[in-house]
């Protein structure tokens, strides 16, 4: 809820936008002033704990604000750190569903700067450009509610073999959703103006892992990660103009595009003694492409110029990598204490937004490969599970991210939103051969510049052993 939480946008048609920004300056010396074009709000990352990422898997481990790396003693560990499956006997499965509801606020509005002076720009969360130059510079709607807005499903198996545990699972590793519409007027002509974006970035994993238990304290894991990543975006922007002067326009983006990559998660778990543990987890990030076909049209007698451009597309999408160290202590038999630091390294990311290859390029439709300046960013996460009964399990955790999104690329139709705080609670209650968890939680954070949003989860978890 990365927004470092995804943390989950100000993006694709991306490549239209820088592209059309250079014509603009060319074509004003021309006598014209037209600019290209527009971008795609980037991709909305609600529901994220660091960039796109979602809190995790598991619901009793993202319960415990996700501090497992040096715990995972259940089939989740194929997330948090495979070496811990070896600590698993029998087989079993999990299944389960974890949705959060955004809210996020603006205190200025959505954007609707100028593609005629250059101020248009989506590598600042600028979704909608505005073509005629008395336009106001930001809608009324501050403030957005996305109803389940990120709801992943999660499905897992294992069975273990002695020193050794196989697993997998199809779960969601991160994405983007946002929707935004409104309605204003230009105070010149009494035009209105209507806007509204709707995009999806969904990343799913389906995982095969297995853990190997080396010695009595020292345990290996190894799993990979099929990625499939689909990217949704449908933008409309019309300038109703009853006036006739200028006129009116409207502007049109649609994309569609889909990809499959491979990303590696290695782990190590060592215990010193049955009250000490302490576990690494190494994910190797990933990059591949996405394909498939964008168009856009820009029509009407007040348009700057006419356009009805398609093409198959083709995006870089660079996931990034992460390593955390994680450390838990019991006390005794029914009480566990966990802390996680994880750094996920968002430097060299790149995606739909910031990359884009068009096999018919346009006037609109620019090739593009430019550097959204994401950064490395840090998460804390600290857990607290107590056995109440033999049959209620209670716990709490938290946690902290310094994000790695640039605070000027964050508004009210962007939930990719820095520096966030989650607390959450859980129960685990045991029926017999089946456990049931429970998770209730809430996400806060801003950008410092009057930009923030507050998030609540829930979700539920269960689980068969044999």
Known sequence: MNSNNPRPTGGRVFSVVSQLSK??????KSGLKLLASVALFSLAAGASASGLNLEGLGIRAVGMGGAFISVADDASAIYWNPAGLSQLRGSGFSFG?????????????ASNNSALDGSFDPNKGDAFPAFVATEPSNYDDHEEDWLSAATMPAFVYFKNFGRYTIAGGVYGVGGAYSTYDDSIYDPSNNAKIDADVFALLGLMAFNTSVGYQLT??????????????????DLDKDYHD???NPGSYEYKAKVREWGIGLQGNLGVLYHFNEKFSVGLDYKTGSSFDLEGETRVKLRGTGAPFQADEKSDSRSEFKYAPSLGIGFSYRPNSDLLFAMDVVGTD??????????????TPGTLLQNQDGDPKWELAYTYRAGVEWRYTDHVTLRAGYMQEDSGVPSDFENVTTTTIGDIRIFNVGAGVMYDKWKVDYLIGV?????GGGVEHFCTDVGIQFSRMF
Do not use: C
């Not at 968002?346 to 096999?359: E, I, L, P, Q």
């Not at 996400?443 to 950008?447: A, E, K, Q, T, V």
């Open 23 to 28: 014509q603009l300056s060319v074509a004003a």
């Open 97 to 109: 569903v974890y949705s959060m509801t955004p809210h996020i606020s603006d205190r200025d509005g």
């Open 346 to 359: 968002w430097r060299d990311f790149k995606w739909m937004g910031s990359t884009a290859v068009y096999d």
């Open 242 to 244: 009853p006036s006739e």
């Open 216 to 233: 009595e304290k020292l345990s290996v894991g190894v799993g990979v990660d099929v990625l499939y990543s689909l990217f949704r975006v």
């Open 443 to 447: 996400m806060w954070g801003d950008n």
